[in-house]
Nanobody
Framework: QVQLVESGGGSVQAEGSLRHSCAPS????????MAWFRQAPGKNREFVAA????????YYSASAKGRFTISGGNAGSALSLQMNNLKHEETAVYYC????????????????????WGQGTQVTVSS
């Protein structure tokens, strides 16, 4: 069973930057889409950003657009999320996810649309 292994995250002050990475445990892993989600304490998991693996097309949540950049995730390569100008309320566990099949409605933003998940990485933003 392929695993998605996350690295990065950590603690930063508000307005700081962090970078996450997520790599499949097998180089032969082929995804159709990869994404980042996050879950803050006491809140539901929410979509952050996603990328179509074959085209590199990206899609961001309204809160992430302009500050976060998703890249990679094609041909078994590592997926990255560069997060700039972080806010205290973005303290959460961040998860990478992958979907291996096409999605007829374009880039999926619902967690249930993804088949594989990373272990989660804590991000703490201090105010």
């Amino acid at each position: 069973q392929v695993q998605l292994v996350e690295s990065g995250g950590g603690s930063v002050q508000a307005e700081g930057s962090l970078r996450h990475s997520c790599a499949p445990s097998e180089r032969t892993f082929s995804s159709a889409y990869m994404a980042w989600f996050r879950q803050a304490p006491g809140k539901n998991r929410e979509f952050v950003a996603a990328i179509a693996s074959s085209t590199g097309t990206t899609y961001y949540s309204a809160s992430a657009k302009g500050r976060f950049t998703i890249s990679g995730g094609n041909a078994g390569s590592a997926l990255s999320l560069q997060m700039n100008n972080l806010k205290h309320e973005e303290t959460a566990v961040y998860y990478c996810a992958a979907r291996t099949s096409d999605h007829e409605d374009g880039i999926p933003v619902a967690g249930v649309s993804y088949d594989y998940w990373g272990q989660g990485t804590q991000v703490t933003v201090s105010s």
